[in-house]
């Protein structure tokens, strides 16, 4: 698979706009994150903060991609492109994982809270959070076994002056790539989009029935199921699917590449489920909401009196020039 300028196009927009407003919203989450850690940590704030890190790792690496898609070819050194490549896929698949572990979270508040409270523990949540890391890395190593497999007439001259990243593949890569990414398709998509559908449909039965909850509370929970299961669908469907036809076909389909794009949108619409499960995460945006939209007040007020003044001064200096001439 070649480079176009369709694609290039593709990849610098969805990209771009993934890092500005992902970066951001990651790191005002990762700073309030912590400092609420420090005072008080629950379970959710563990797998928030886990999900942060991976948002940020993610994006970390993003620039590499721009930079390649901007000169439609791969100009970093060949050692970049399988970690690259390694972090791209093994955060998109943390995060799966991740958003499945709090919509399980979520459940057990509200369907077992009495059970659940008693036995509610930070460490229960860190341990989860570090065999997610470990599973998703473990199985996207399968990018360095692929890209340093050498195929039948090729030398590692060769390998190392190809001009795309993680995009071409021989045969013989073919053989080994495929069957783990249909491995990938049922472990670390079809299994945790099966268990947050579970979760939330149950969890927002639930709130339903509830006669006493506070009903601004209800549509936080509601908005947070639908928020995480447009993620699963809009960023992790269209990049899981072509893992099935690519097995079927036995073959990378060429518009495999289009699919990876939505996946990139993860970052920047975790924030989103971040926003709708910590309310501390709430107060502090809409803090920072707040104190932007004064200072955008402000600024308009100080221009608009400006350009008032102006016009005044303007007329009455007509008025003025108007009175000598008679």
């Known amino acids: 698979m070649l480079w176009t300028k369709e694609l290039s196009y593709s990849v610098l927009v969805v990209d771009s706009i993934t890092l500005i407003t992902g970066l951001p919203a990651n790191l005002l989450a990762l700073y309030t994150l912590i400092r609420k850690a420090k005072q008080r940590s629950t379970p959710l704030d563990v797998l928030l903060l886990s999900l942060t890190f991976?948002?940020?790792?993610?994006?970390?690496?993003?620039?590499?991609?721009?930079?390649?898609?901007?000169?439609?070819?791969?100009?970093?050194?060949?050692?970049?492109?399988?970690?690259?490549?390694?972090?791209?896929?093994?955060?998109?698949?943390?995060?799966?994982?991740?958003?499945?572990?709090?919509?399980?979270?979520?459940?057990?508040?509200?369907?077992?809270?009495?059970?659940?409270?008693?036995?509610?523990?930070?460490?229960?949540?860190?341990?989860?959070?570090?065999?997610?890391?470990?599973?998703?890395m473990g199985h996207c190593s399968i990018i360095y076994i692929v890209e340093y497999h050498k195929p039948r007439n090729s030398t590692n001259m060769e390998l190392s002056n190809r001009t795309s990243c993680y995009k071409e593949f021989s045969s013989e890569q073919l053989e080994l790539l495929l069957p783990v990414r249909f491995e990938l398709f049922i472990v670390l998509f079809c299994i945790p989009f099966v268990i947050c559908c579970f979760c939330y449909v149950n969890f927002i039965l639930i709130l339903s029935r509830l006669p006493n909850i506070n009903p601004q509370k209800r549509s936080r929970a509601i908005s947070l199921a639908v928020v995480t299961l447009l993620v699963f669908i809009i960023c992790f469907v269209p990049f899981n699917v072509s893992h099935v036809v690519g097995f079927i076909e036995w073959n990378s389909p060429p518009w495999r590449v289009y699919t990876v794009l939505p996946s990139t949108f993860n970052a920047c619409l975790d924030p989103f489920v971040f926003y709708f499960s910590s309310s501390a995460l709430r107060a502090n945006f809409n803090h920072i909401l707040q104190q932007f939209l004064n200072w955008l007040q402000r600024s308009v007020c100080r221009k608009f009196k400006c350009l008032q003044g102006c016009v005044t001064t303007y007329e009455e200096g007509t008025q003025s020039s108007n009175d000598t001439s008679r």
């Open 54 to 136: 991976s948002d940020l790792l993610f994006l970390l690496f993003l620039p590499l991609r721009i930079k390649e898609a901007a000169k439609m070819k791969w100009t970093d050194s060949f050692v970049l492109c399988p970690l690259s490549g390694f972090v791209y896929f093994s955060t998109i698949y943390n995060s799966t994982l991740l958003l499945t572990a709090i919509s399980v979270e979520r459940y057990l508040g509200v369907a077992f809270p009495i059970q659940y409270k008693l036995k509610r523990n930070p460490q229960y949540a860190l341990i989860a959070s570090i065999i997610f890391w470990v599973v998703s």
